[in-house]
């Protein structure tokens, strides 16, 4: 029998695992409608020291209003710029309404200071899981 002081059978490994909040604006509630369906497996943000806190294995809470979900992360990419990370990642994981790399930036430029900071610091990508 193993021993674990692991809070609901979770493993040990699981005590060094963070959750962190994200928060959505509610006009972009279409954004979180699709990280609860499903349709989003891949959530992005700039590559600021807070953002780079978040690893494999962590989980994130999306929060817009008094709504939130839980993903765990599967996978995290940093990439340089928008561009670079549309050559590994498909458009359809990140922002499914989206259908080209003009729409994709239309909507990173909707996010106040974002093209700023992703010149600046680069952008993550995480890949989500349930």
Do not use: C, W
Request: charged share 30%; no cysteine.
């Amino acid at each position: 029998m193993e021993v674990s002081d692991a809070p609901n059978g979770a493993s040990p490994k699981d005590l060094y695992m963070k959750q962190h909040i994200l928060r959505l604006r509610s006009k972009d509630s279409s954004i979180y409608n699709d990280i609860v369906t499903g349709r989003k497996t891949v959530e992005t943000r700039a590559a600021t020291s807070k953002n780079r806190k978040i690893v494999r294995g962590d989980t994130i809470k999306f929060v817009i209003g008094k709504d939130s979900v839980v993903h765990r992360v599967q996978s995290v990419q940093h990439f340089d710029s928008v561009d670079e990370m549309l050559k590994v990642i498909s458009l359809s994981h990140i922002l499914p309404d989206a259908h080209s790399l003009e729409d994709a930036l239309r909507v990173y430029d909707s996010f106040p200071g974002y093209k700023d900071k992703i010149k600046q610091y680069g952008i993550l990508a995480f890949e989500l899981g349930p």
